[in-house]
C-alpha cells in the first residue's frame, strides 16, 4: 500500500470516498491541457500515492500527454508509460528533459499486441532495475469520441463496441503480465451517447475484466469535475439543448480499482 500512515490518518488529504468532486483541474508543474481528452492530475495522484511507495514503478497503458508521469515524478516513482501516438510521446519527452528525479521510460508500442508490448516493457523494466510493476494505471479512448490518431490499431477509431472491448481486454491483460501479485490497478472509464442512446461503456469495460481476469473490485470511484473544457462558459446553452431533448448532461467519469490476486 501507500502512503497511509497509523500515526497520521486524521491528517492526510487522501480520498476514500466513492464520490470525487473536483473543483477544478490541477495546474501544478509541467500539466498543461494542451491534450484532449487526457485526464485531470488529482486522479493519479490520489491513486499512486494510496497504491504505491516511493520509488515503485507505475506502469500506465494509453500514457497521452504525461499527466501520470508528471504526477510520478513530483511524488519520486517510476514510471513505465506506453503509447501508439508518437508525436504526443514526444512532447512528453521534451517536457521530462533533464528529469534526474526518477527513473522513466516511454514506449512508442500497441499495448494490444502482446509480442511488442512484452518486449518494450521487459525493456524498460531492465533499465528500471525491475521485473514487474507495483501499480498500473489505464484511461483508455472511450470508443472513437475522440480520435487521437489515424492509426487504425487506435482503440480511438474503433466505433464498435465488441471489437473496443476485444482490444481492451488484450490491453490489460498483456499490464497484467507485468503487475505483482497482490498489487493494484485502476482504469479510468466514462459512458459515451451514440445514435440518441447512452452507452454504458465504462460498466462494458469494468464487467470485462471481472469476465477475464482473477481480480478483486476494491473500488467504483464516480469522479465529477466542474468546468469541462467542452462545456466551460456555455453551460446555459447545453441546458437549454438537454432540457429541449430527453437528455441529461455527462459530468462524471468512473474510477474502477482493482486488486490482481494470481
Known sequence: ?????????????????????????????????????????????????????????????????????????SLNRNYIGCDINKQILEFVEDKMNQCKRVEYCLCDCDVTDSVSFRKKVSSACAKIGVEKVDFMIAHPPYLDIIKFTNDKRDLSNISRIDIFLEQFVKAIGNGLDFLKKDCYFAIVAGDVYKQSEVVPLAFYMMNAIKTNFSVKMKGIVIKNIEGNRGKLGSHDIWKYRALQSDYFLFKHEYIFVFKKIN
Open 1 to 73: 500500500m501507500g502512503e497511509f500512515l497509523k500515526d497520521n490518518w486524521r491528517e492526510t488529504d487522501l480520498n476514500v470516498d466513492s464520490l470525487w468532486i473536483i473543483s477544478e483541474r490541477g495546474k501544478s508543474g509541467k500539466h498543461t491541457n494542451v491534450y484532449h481528452g487526457n485526464f485531470i492530475p488529482q486522479i493519479p495522484n490520489q491513486l499512486i500515492r494510496r497504491y504505491s511507495k516511493e520509488k515503485d514503478t507505475v506502469l500506465e497503458l494509453f500514457s497521452g500527454s504525461g499527466t501520470t508521469l508528471f504526477e510520478c515524478e
